[in-house]
């Protein structure tokens, strides 16, 4: 692996958990991160990893006049095909708004418009958004109350809305947390779009502890593993005479990974590009040394799961017994175009998941870690060490490695570092990128 030749941090930038996109890089190259800082402000950071002597510009877009002591939440970023970028956003839980502004010029951050405000019947997070290039739509998902998820649509970059419907919902004792990725596959040599998703309940609430995954496709119907369209829709509607619900089974989705008795876990990443894959940290309640990274990879029509990757260590707040306890280091996939100002779009297509990115600790320190796949999922090796913190009695820790959307070999991963005590306010990170500059 190369020497990185600089680092870049974003100072007093809250950690995160559960938004798509939080970063991606733009057509014009540069590399755009939405984030909460810990005073509760908005903010968009734009970021060249390509020469040391751009500017980088940092524009705060919401003061939300409060302190987000539970920061479970983030701004969710999308990037248009006209380059306009869009961001939305709101508290966890603590309002029924979901707010968002986008640009009036193509890649400039300092032309956000007013702020727009779209009201929900239940308090809100997790917002996830996302633009349908083939039906020229803005697609938003967002978890409601804390046991739905609900999808709404703009056919208008934001300008109107539709009535949000209901596509997921639990129990007191789910609390489902669902993550989804927009990827581009190739059909019959045109590139569509497809949102994979994986789903769970709470490591410690739920009374289920499985993963489940499926596909949207880009008319809202959801598909099997294998590309098969069912009978659900996104849009619910009737089509062609033939009845579609609107609700996802949660029976008839692809089983990721099931607990065994007396054991949890925790969905961590879903990757944007094939072949699928699923990040996960399997445990014992209240046991950190049991806590084990894996990768589940969609194989010949079943979720195969990895060999052990790596122990994680520790949990971010052992001795906090709310659930806290369950937090993890993290995980991240590769999943960019490799060589700078390389698109998507581009005839070579987006680079394979073989590589990921993991938080873990042992007694010495916290680690910041890359690891490699050669035998398509089954076994990863270290490949290198990026971070390395002591732990001191500051007790800094490193956590929720983030890859930007189309990302570059020259900023190929994010994280956030500091102290972590969740639910507490007493929490402090920023964000830390390494970068080599092609100068």
Not at 85 to 95: E, L, Q
Not at 111 to 124: A, D, M, Q
Not at 186 to 202: K, M, S, T
Request: glycine share 8%.
């Amino acid at each position: 692996m190369f020497e990185r030749k600089g680092e870049a941090r974003i100072k007093r930038a809250n950690t995160d958990w559960w938004i798509n996109e939080k970063a991606v890089v733009g057509m014009n190259g540069m590399t755009y991160i939405a984030y909460v800082t810990d005073m509760g402000e908005i903010h968009v950071k734009e970021i060249s990893a390509k020469c040391s002597l751009t500017p980088s510009r940092d524009i705060c877009i919401c003061r939300m006049n409060c302190n987000y002591s539970d920061e479970h939440n983030a701004p969710s970023i999308c990037i248009l095909e006209n380059g306009r970028i869009m961001v939305a956003y709101t508290g966890h839980g603590a309002t029924h708004t979901m707010k968002y502004r986008i640009t009036g010029e193509p890649f400039d951050i300092t032309t956000f418009g007013p702020e727009r405000v779209l009201i929900y019947e239940k308090s809100i997070t997790y917002a996830q958004l996302f633009e349908n290039t083939r039906k020229h739509e803005l697609w938003l998902f967002a978890r409601v109350d804390g046991v739905t998820w609900e999808f709404r649509y703009s056919p208008d970059e934001g300008e109107n809305w539709s009535k949000p419907t209901v596509f997921l919902a639990s129990d007191a004792g789910g609390l489902f947390y669902f993550d989804i990725h927009k990827m581009t596959v190739p059909d019959n040599g045109e590139l569509r779009e497809q949102w994979v998703f994986a789903l769970y309940g709470h490591p410690r609430i739920s009374k289920d502890h499985t993963i489940r995954s499926g596909i949207f496709d880009e008319d809202g119907f959801l598909l099997t593993m294998d590309g098969e369209r069912t009978g659900m829709n996104l849009y619910g509607k009737e089509k062609e005479g033939k009845a579609l619900t609107g609700m996802l089974d949660l029976t008839k989705l692809a089983v990721v990974y099931a607990s065994p008795a007396g054991t949890t876990v925790r969905l961590l990443a879903v990757s944007a590009t094939r072949p699928y894959r699923v990040g996960l940290a399997a445990f014992v309640l209240n046991r950190p040394e049991t806590a084990v990274y894996y990768s589940a990879s969609w194989k010949q029509g079943s979720w195969r799961l990895s060999e052990p990757i790596a122990p994680v260590g520790e949990f971010l707040a052992p001795g906090q017994m709310d659930g806290s306890q369950t937090y993890v280091g993290g995980m991240a996939y590769y999943y960019g175009v490799g060589e700078a100002g390389l698109h998507p779009s581009d005839e070579r297509g987006t680079s394979g998941t073989n590589r990921i990115y993991l938080a873990r600790a042992d007694e010495a320190a916290w680690y910041l870690e890359s690891y490699v796949t050669h035998d398509l999922g089954k076994t990863y090796e270290p490949e290198r060490t990026i971070r390395k913190i002591p732990k001191t009695e500051q007790e800094l820790k490193l956590w929720r490695p983030v890859v930007p959307l189309y990302a570059q070999d020259n900023l190929p991963v994010y994280w956030h570092e500091g102290t972590y005590t969740a639910h507490t306010g007493g929490w402090h990170c920023d964000v830390v990128m390494d970068i080599e500059f092609d100068l």
